[in-house]
T-cell receptor, first 120, second 112 residues
Framework: AQSVTQPDIHITVSEGASLELRCNYS??????LFWYVQSPGQGLQLLLK??????LVQGIKGFEAEFKRSQSSFNLRKPSVHWSDAAEYFC??????????????????FGKGTKLSVIP | KAGVTQTPRYLIKTRGQQVTLSCSPI?????VSWYQQTPGQGLQFLFE???????NKGNFPGRFSGRQFSNSRSEMNVSTLELGDSALYLC???????????FGDGTRLSIL
């Protein structure tokens, strides 16, 4: 079964500081990996995705993430945090689920999220 | 291009009632997935529909059901509501299974 672990429940950084949010996944093959951000009262917005190829992925809002197969990690980074980045961040793994019927579909499994607070 | 639209945004129900939530996907998206989000359990997968067929189902009781129409719009139904069903229900659409999912703002369901 696939799973995602986000070890940090809450992180606080100062505006302008660098940021790294950790994500570890468990999946038997090469997974699809995603980072989403959720602001209060809203749905999830896709920041970036990894399907294959270059292990360093660029996303929106200045975020990037690096896929490290040897460490089963997909950490999210930003060189300089802005106050508007305060939100909750979710890492997700997409893996193929094959049912008894033989039909398959991809299912997203999310981590518990990391809440980011930014000090002005 | 309009995003994923979920209606209603807020709902208050009492135990034992049933509820139907609606989701209109992004135009051209044929896959619709539903998730339940609670502070304790986080985001949990409910089910996925593609071309009016349920492709995948999470570990939820049979009180939770859904369907998808020919225009890809989807509905989720919860019967015999329990207090623990209070949650934010999120719908996400994608071009196909495995493609990036785009989320709506959710329906906040409160059970009294």
């Amino acid at each position: 079964a696939q799973s995602v672990t986000q070890p940090d429940i809450h992180i606080t950084v100062s505006e302008g500081a660098s940021l790294e949010l950790r994500c570890n996944y468990s999946y038997g093959a090469t997974p699809y990996l995603f980072w989403y951000v959720q602001s209060p009262g809203q749905g999830l917005q896709l920041l970036l995705k990894y399907f294959s190829g270059d292990t360093l992925v660029q996303g929106i809002k200045g975020f990037e993430a690096e896929f490290k197969r040897s460490q089963s990690s997909f950490n999210l980074r930003k060189p300089s945090v802005h106050w508007s980045d305060a939100a909750e961040y979710f890492c997700a793994v997409g893996g193929l689920i094959v049912r008894n019927s033989g039909a398959g579909s991809y299912q997203l499994t999310f981590g518990k999220g990391t809440k980011l607070s930014v000090i002005p | 291009k309009a995003g994923v639209t979920q209606t209603p945004r807020y709902l208050i129900k009492t135990r034992g009632q049933q509820v139907t939530l609606s989701c209109s996907p992004i135009s051209g998206h044929r896959s619709v997935s539903w998730y339940q989000q609670t502070p304790g359990q986080g985001l949990q997968f409910l089910f996925e529909y593609f071309s009016e067929t349920q492709r995948n189902k999470g570990n939820f009781p049979g009180r939770f059901s859904g369907r998808q129409f020919s225009n890809s719009r989807s509905e989720m139904n919860v019967s015999t509501l329990e207090l623990g069903d209070s949650a934010l229900y999120l719908c996400a659409s994608s071009l196909a299974s495995g493609q990036p999912q785009h989320f709506g703002d959710g329906t906040r369901l409160s059970i009294l």
